[in-house]
């Protein structure tokens, strides 16, 4: 299952702010969330992750809480092109790549974004 | 620089028929992931190879395989095909396995369908 609760889908008006929220209440110290997005019959997307800092890139901003128990991305100004499912994972990096098994990257069913001019 | 390939983009098998599907990792990748997605069930890990070594397996069942090369491509393998393993198939790698800069770039993938 995965380890991570989102809103099946949101609505925002195009030039506005998009914040998707993502629920991860169990996450364990040594665990990044990341965000992906997946455009219609594309590959998701790889948008930006963190540990407990907010980060942020040319893409999206990212908060994560306090408590790491949450987290939301931003994008600061919609457009229609920012229309697509956007997934929330959580992942450890593992320390030894040679260890012999990882932990699963599983992604949820995610939150439908749709920009509306 | 190059982006993750797989081939083929489409494909179409009959039931009972097996299949073998191609990635390519952005060069200097070494771990490979794939994954299937189907309207109904959403992405689905199905396995992740690092170093030639199969590293993690979902659920699914022994019909579907996969294989890491020397030169860090994969290929997945699905015999036996039915009609339920229509589906969008992803491959997706990432460049070190340690550390926080774990992140997947994902190929367009592969479209099956079975008839």
């Known amino acids: 299952d995965a380890k991570t609760t989102q809103p099946t889908s949101m609505d925002c008006a195009e030039g506005r702010a998009a914040n998707l929220p993502c629920n991860h209440s169990t996450i364990s110290g040594n665990e990044y969330v990341y965000w992906y997005r997946q455009i219609h019959s594309q590959g998701p997307q790889y948008i930006i992750h963190g540990l407990k800092n907010n980060e942020t890139n040319e893409m999206a901003s990212l908060i994560i809480t306090e408590d790491r128990k949450s987290s939301t991305l931003i994008l600061p100004h919609a457009t229609l092109r920012d229309t697509a499912v956007y997934y929330c994972?959580?992942?450890?990096?593992?320390?030894?790549?040679?260890?012999?098994?990882?932990?699963?990257?599983?992604f949820g069913p995610g939150t439908s974004l749709s920009v509306i001019p | 620089k190059a982006g993750v390939t797989q081939t083929p983009r489409y494909l179409i098998k009959t039931r009972g028929q097996q299949v073998t599907l191609s990635c390519s990792p952005i060069?200097?990748?070494?771990?490979v992931s794939w994954y299937q997605q189907t309207p109904g069930q959403g992405l689905q890990f199905l396995f992740e190879y690092f170093s030639e070594t199969q590293r993690n397996k979902g659920n699914f069942p022994g019909r579907f395989s996969g294989r890491q090369f020397s030169n860090s491509r994969s290929e997945m393998n699905v015999s036996t095909l039915e009609l339920g393993d229509s589906a969008l198939y992803l491959c997706?790698?990432?460049?070190?396995?340690?550390?926080?800069?774990?992140?997947?770039?994902f190929g367009s993938g592969t479209r099956l369908t079975v008839v």
């Open positions: 997706a790698s990432s460049q070190i396995v340690t550390g926080p800069n774990y992140g997947y770039t």
């Open positions: 060069s200097g990748h070494r771990s």
């Open positions: 994972i959580v992942r450890v990096a593992p320390i030894n790549p040679m260890k012999t098994s990882y932990d699963k990257v599983i």
